[in-house]
């Protein structure tokens, strides 16, 4: 069984940053594609940065402002989010595909953590 479990969100300020945090445990043997997503009240949710071997892809509201990342050796990934905008408020989820240790590949998601940007 493998869990994903986001941290970081916050109430913050227009132009403030936040890093986000999402934790992979369980019977991991290799992370192979790793995305963020963020939903707003009403609305799908929207893939806003992800990452695998074919490369690192952002929405283009978020070009150039946020970075994804990870951090093989603990199972965890980040989301760096610079310059907020109160646009960018919305619940993150990470989402990951994973190879687990009896060679199976799977989709995981995290719960979510709440990003509220105030103007």
């Known amino acids: 069984q493998v869990q994903l479990v986001e941290s970081g969100g916050d109430f913050v300020q227009a132009g403030d940053s936040l890093r986000l945090s999402c934790a992979a445990s369980?019977?991991?043997?290799?992370?192979?594609?790793i995305n963020w997503y963020r939903q707003t009240p009403g609305q799908q949710r929207e893939l806003v940065a992800g990452?695998?071997?074919?490369?690192?892809e952002y929405a283009a509201a978020v070009k150039g402002r946020f970075t994804i990342s990870r951090d093989n050796a603990k199972n965890t990934f980040y989301l760096q989010m610079n310059s907020l905008k109160p646009d960018d408020t919305g619940v993150y989820f990470c989402?990951?595909?994973?190879?687990?240790?009896?060679?199976?590949?799977?989709?995981?998601w995290g719960t979510g953590t709440l990003v509220t940007v105030s103007s």
């Open positions: 989402n990951a595909n994973i190879r687990s240790t009896n060679n199976h590949d799977e989709e995981y």
């Open positions: 369980g019977s991991i043997a290799q992370i192979n594609v």
């Open positions: 990452t695998s071997s074919g490369g690192t």
